[in-house]
């Protein structure tokens, strides 16, 4: 059963950082790109950063320089550091992985920035 488990989302001040983590299990984790998603109130949902099986990472527009994917494949677990959160950073954050061509999401962690 594959399971994505996301954790450390929480209310943070403008300015604020916050480190998310994804637990997978019973996929093939260090062989699969690993990535966060997040969908705030009346927006479509939307890809934040992505890192390779190799780490080459990739990252929205709108977190670049702000954020920091990465990964431990030991852990079988993905993270965000997010830094200098803005209030449009609020959202759900999902962790997403594509296993044999199979899509799996977390359950989702809030994260709320105030201004």
């Known amino acids: 059963q594959v399971q994505l488990v996301e954790s450390g989302g929480g209310l943070v001040q403008a300015g604020g950082s916050l480190r998310l983590s994804c637990a997978a299990s019973?996929?093939?984790?260090?062989?699969?790109?690993m990535s966060w998603y997040r969908q705030a109130p009346g927006k479509q949902r939307s890809l934040v950063a992505i890192i390779s099986s190799l780490r080459s990472t990739k990252y929205a527009d709108s977190v670049e320089g702000r954020f920091t994917i990465s990964r431990d494949d030991v852990k079988n677990t993905v993270y965000l550091q997010m830094n200098d959160l803005k209030p449009e950073d609020t959202a759900v954050y999902y962790c997403h992985a594509n296993d044999y061509g199979t899509t799996y999401w977390g359950q989702g962690t809030q994260v709320t920035v105030s201004s």
């Open positions: 019973g996929i093939f984790f260090s062989r699969n790109a």
